[in-house]
């Protein structure tokens, strides 16, 4: 199923030891890129949260935080790090000593990060909790991708069937086309009171249906439509085939152009570029 790189997702779980808040949002990206923002006792988690997002997805800049609110009724022990705590205190008092001036503040010394600690054992547990709320979270945020990405399929889906009604449209006017510049040649034969049998005609007709012949572009322009509708129903991620299919698409239609001798075909010519670059502007965000 087609999926979007943009999304959001929220989830809140909520326990006796207080509550917390796991949010995620992704916009697109080449690669997978992952920001986390978490607590300052939770950071242990980080390799972990980080191996949870690369399982389930595969591109995108995805940002996500988690918020932690400790209840006020949860009896916790505090750890003191009483060897770090008098590192800290011998170091502040020679940098007083040093600049003659400022204070020591008790407070200060036990807000310095690795100072005081929640007993390991109730942040162990409460990570199981907020484990499986990221999961939770994750999930939804899936769904929310893949609610976009089946928008997203429908728009690429409607331009390729413009893309294949232009393509009928241009095999459909190349016999006229031939048969106008047969006409044209001939005028201007005349006009020059040039004779030529027939022949010769012919080769010279040949030679110019071989200049402007269009039917292998239209025919890879077909077969690259049917191809874009087989990516579009694999389960996989498929941002990158969808772009590489634009690529061709776009040779197709650049070569179609060069080609064209008359104002409908470069016209149907233009609308194929407009049709491929409103498709690459929604696949940028495919995954």
Not at 196 to 220: F, G, K, P, T, Y
Request: net charge negative; glycine share 2%.
């Amino acid at each position: 199923m087609i999926r979007s790189m943009t999304a959001y997702a929220r989830q809140e779980v909520q326990g006796e030891w207080g509550s917390a808040v796991w949010e995620l949002r992704s916009v697109n990206q080449r690669y997978l890129e992952t920001y986390l923002r978490l607590p300052e006792q939770f950071r242990s988690m980080e390799p972990v949260i980080r191996e949870r997002i690369r399982q389930k997805l595969t591109r995108g800049k995805i940002e996500c935080q988690l918020r932690f609110d400790l209840s006020s009724t949860v009896q916790t022990d505090l750890i003191l790090n009483e060897s770090l705590a008098l590192q800290v205190i011998k170091s502040a008092n020679w940098v007083k000593l040093k600049s003659n001036e400022g204070s020591i503040n008790p407070l200060d010394i036990l807000r310095w990060p690795g100072v005081m600690a929640v007993e390991e054992q109730d942040l162990d547990i409460i990570a199981t909790y907020l484990l499986d709320a990221l999961d939770k979270t994750l999930d939804d945020f899936i769904s929310s991708r893949e609610r976009e990405g089946a928008a997203l399929q429908t728009l690429i889906e409607q331009r390729l069937n413009s893309v294949k009604n232009e393509v009928a449209k241009v095999r459909e006017q190349m016999p006229s086309v031939l048969q106008w510049q047969r006409e044209k040649l001939q005028a201007k034969l005349n006009e020059a009171q040039i004779q030529l049998d027939s022949n010769r005609l012919e080769q010279e007709m040949l030679i110019l249906a071989q200049r402007i012949d269009v039917a292998e572009e239209l025919d890879r322009l077909d077969a690259h439509v049917n191809e874009t509708y087989a990516i579009l129903k694999k389960k996989e991620a498929v941002g990158r085939r969808l772009d590489f299919m634009m690529q061709e698409f776009n040779r197709e239609a650049n070569t179609l152009a060069s080609k064209s001798i008359n104002a409908e075909v470069t016209a149907s010519a233009i609308e194929l570029k407009v049709l491929i670059e409103q498709m690459r502007e929604q696949i940028q965000n495919i995954e």
